[in-house]
């Protein structure tokens, strides 16, 4: 948690009204001497400063003078204390705004008569306060001695007891401010003659304006910084961003953000997308459905896998059991063969693509047994044909071989141009002395054998 600051410190204030334009006797703006500028409020030199803004001199009441001071950034209000050099206001209000002064909302008010002033009761003086953060009441600051004065306020004066900031979002909303305004209606008039008539102009005189706070962060920064343009911004952690870290980061919303306790940090979480995607986003349906442990939805997924978290891969792929699901190149190309494949989409497990009739390989890039090729890039594979059984090329046993086919004596010239006719062929067997078993012939039908396949006559072609 940062340390606790005076937020006011060297702000510029936005005063309604400073003396010294047009010059008069005790203030010239033109002469720093003399010079009363709104600016003093704020200063380092404090209440050791000799000087106060003054405001120009007021001809009649009422006639209200307004101090703005922008903060810069979010802080979360502890106090508002503001010290005067004249005699204090009868009459203040303490706004503050947390949009930078598009709207405003009263802290406190200050009067000496609350009902005819502002139409509130007084605040109960026992410290007892309503079921929330509300804006009270008070007295008026009392004239001191030296004839100043001081308006001072607490968050704690207008809260109930016993509300945990970290627990109660009506609490931060009530601390939390980004400008802070005093609306000075009404000057300490002597025996506060509230309806009478101001005879003699009166003015305002001010210093040591200071705005007690903890530059808010949502208890993820331990300090503010000023970024490369110079405005105040938290030094953000547990994986948060942004001037007040009120969000998470884009990479970092798995749940949604959570101002941080003194308990727990509820850092965001990155998603969980396997090192395929650089960007998510938060689904408050799926947070709901996984029993509020994870929401976030994987964007843009890489290295072909895709998924709420890329874990899987995209069509056209598919996973590499060899590698891990991080890797970048743990999906690999189905690589489908254009004409063998019914298909470009493989098994996201095996790769197997989907094959056509008679066509088989991972990829489809083959008949199947039983098939061969075809010109068809509808059917490439068809199936072999097999010829069935016919009369005349039916094997047939002959009865009486040896009545036809005689072995012949003595030396025949045989010619390879004459051959049997139809179902009938060559049988030759040696019994020469010349020819030795197992010797080979000078022409290749020396052990081929020919019996007719049915009991025809053996006839010598032409």
Same mark, same amino acid.
């Given at each position: 948690?940062?340390?606790?600051?005076n937020?006011?410190?060297?702000?510029?204030?936005?005063?309604?009204?400073?003396?010294?334009?047009?010059?008069?006797?005790?203030?010239?703006?033109?002469?720093p001497?003399?010079?009363?500028?709104? /600016?003093?409020?704020t200063?380092?030199?404090? #209440?050791?400063? %000799?000087?106060?803004?003054?405001? @120009?001199?007021l001809p $009649?009441?009422?006639?209200?003078?307004? &101090?703005?001071?922008?903060?810069?950034?979010?802080f979360?209000?502890?106090?508002?204390?503001?010290?005067?050099?004249s005699a204090?206001?009868a009459?203040?209000?303490?706004? =503050?705004?947390?949009?930078?002064?598009? *709207?405003?909302?009263?802290?406190?008010f200050?009067?000496?008569?609350?009902?005819?002033?502002?139409?509130?009761?007084?605040? %109960?003086?026992?410290?007892?306060?309503?079921?929330?953060?509300?804006?009270?009441?008070f007295?008026?600051?009392?004239?001191?001695?030296? +004839?100043? +004065?001081? &308006?001072?306020?607490?968050?704690?004066?207008?809260?109930?007891? /016993?509300? @945990?900031?970290d627990? *109660?979002?009506?609490l931060?909303?009530?601390?939390?401010?980004?400008?802070?305004?005093?609306?000075?209606?009404?000057?300490g008039?002597?025996?506060?003659?509230r309806n009478s008539?101001v005879?003699?102009?009166?003015s305002?005189?001010?210093?040591?304006?200071q705005? /007690?706070?903890?530059?808010?962060c949502?208890?993820?920064?331990?300090r503010?910084? &000023?970024?490369?343009?110079?405005? !105040?911004?938290?030094?953000?952690?547990?994986?948060?961003?942004?001037?007040?870290c009120? $969000?998470?980061? #884009?990479?970092?919303?798995?749940?949604?953000?959570?101002?941080?306790?003194?308990?727990? *940090?509820?850092?965001?979480?990155?998603?969980?997308?396997?090192?395929?995607?650089?960007?998510?986003?938060?689904?408050?349906? !799926?947070y709901?459905?996984?029993?509020?442990?994870?929401? +976030?939805v994987? &964007?843009?997924?890489?290295?072909?896998?895709?998924?709420?978290?890329?874990?899987?891969?995209?069509?056209?792929?598919?996973?590499?059991?060899? $590698?891990?699901?991080?890797?970048?190149?743990?999906?690999?190309?189905? @690589?489908?063969?254009?004409?063998?494949?019914a298909?470009?989409?493989?098994?996201?497990?095996?790769?197997?693509?989907?094959? =056509?009739? +008679?066509?088989?390989?991972?990829?489809?890039?083959?008949?199947?047994? /039983?098939?061969?090729?075809?010109?068809?890039?509808?059917?490439?594979?068809?199936?072999? %044909?097999?010829?069935g059984?016919?009369e005349?090329?039916? %094997?047939?046993?002959?009865?009486?071989?040896?009545?036809?086919?005689?072995?012949?004596?003595?030396?025949?010239?045989?010619?390879?141009? =004459?051959?049997?006719?139809?179902?009938?062929?060559?049988?030759?067997?040696?019994?020469?002395?010349?020819?030795p078993?197992?010797?080979?012939?000078?022409?290749?039908?020396?052990?081929?054998?020919?019996?007719?396949?049915?009991?025809?006559?053996?006839?010598?072609?032409?």
């Amino acid at each position: 948690v940062p340390g606790l600051v005076n937020a006011a410190l060297g702000r510029e204030v936005l005063a309604s009204s400073t003396c010294g334009r047009p010059a008069t006797r005790v203030c010239d703006a033109s002469d720093p001497r003399r010079a009363h500028p709104a /600016g003093l409020l704020t200063s380092a030199g404090g #209440p050791a400063s %000799p000087l106060c803004w003054r405001s @120009d001199s007021l001809p $009649r009441a009422p006639l209200n003078v307004t &101090l703005t001071v922008p903060l810069g950034k979010a802080f979360e209000l502890v106090f508002v204390s503001l010290r005067f050099c004249s005699a204090p206001p009868a009459s203040a209000a303490l706004l =503050k705004s947390q949009d930078h002064g598009r *709207s405003w909302v009263p802290l406190a008010f200050f009067s000496s008569h609350c009902g005819l002033d502002y139409g509130r009761a007084p605040a %109960p003086t026992d410290g007892t306060a309503g079921p929330g953060p509300e804006a009270l009441c008070f007295p008026a600051p009392q004239a001191q001695p030296d +004839g100043g +004065g001081l &308006l001072a306020f607490s968050v704690q004066d207008g809260s109930p007891p /016993g509300l @945990d900031l970290d627990s *109660s979002p009506v609490l931060q909303d009530w601390v939390t401010a980004t400008d802070i305004r005093i609306v000075l209606t009404r000057p300490g008039l002597p025996g506060d003659a509230r309806n009478s008539e101001v005879t003699v102009p009166y003015s305002y005189a001010a210093m040591d304006l200071q705005v /007690g706070g903890r530059c808010k962060c949502n208890g993820h920064a331990s300090r503010c910084l &000023l970024d490369s343009q110079g405005h !105040l911004v938290c030094d953000c952690r547990h994986s948060t961003e942004g001037p007040d870290c009120g $969000r998470c980061k #884009p990479f970092y919303c798995d749940r949604p953000w959570q101002r941080a306790t003194a308990r727990e *940090s509820h850092a965001c979480l990155a998603c969980s997308c396997n090192g395929h995607a650089r960007r998510c986003r938060f689904n408050m349906e !799926l947070y709901r459905l996984s029993g509020r442990r994870s929401g +976030g939805v994987c &964007l843009n997924c890489r290295h072909n896998t895709a998924g709420r978290h890329c874990h899987y891969c995209r069509e056209g792929f598919y996973r590499d059991p060899g $590698r891990a699901l991080n890797d970048r190149r743990a999906c690999r190309a189905c @690589d489908c063969h254009p004409v063998g494949a019914a298909g470009k989409t493989c098994n996201q497990t095996t790769g197997q693509c989907p094959c =056509k009739d +008679g066509v088989t390989g991972l990829t489809c890039n083959r008949c199947a047994p /039983g098939f061969q090729q075809s010109r068809s890039p509808v059917a490439p594979c068809v199936k072999i %044909p097999v010829p069935g059984p016919t009369e005349e090329s039916s %094997p047939v046993v002959p009865e009486d071989c040896d009545s036809h086919c005689k072995p012949a004596h003595g030396s025949y010239r045989i010619s390879l141009k =004459k051959f049997c006719r139809k179902d009938y062929g060559r049988h030759l067997s040696s019994s020469s002395p010349g020819c030795p078993a197992g010797a080979p012939w000078p022409w290749p039908l020396c052990r081929a054998a020919a019996r007719p396949a049915v009991p025809r006559e053996l006839k010598q072609g032409p």
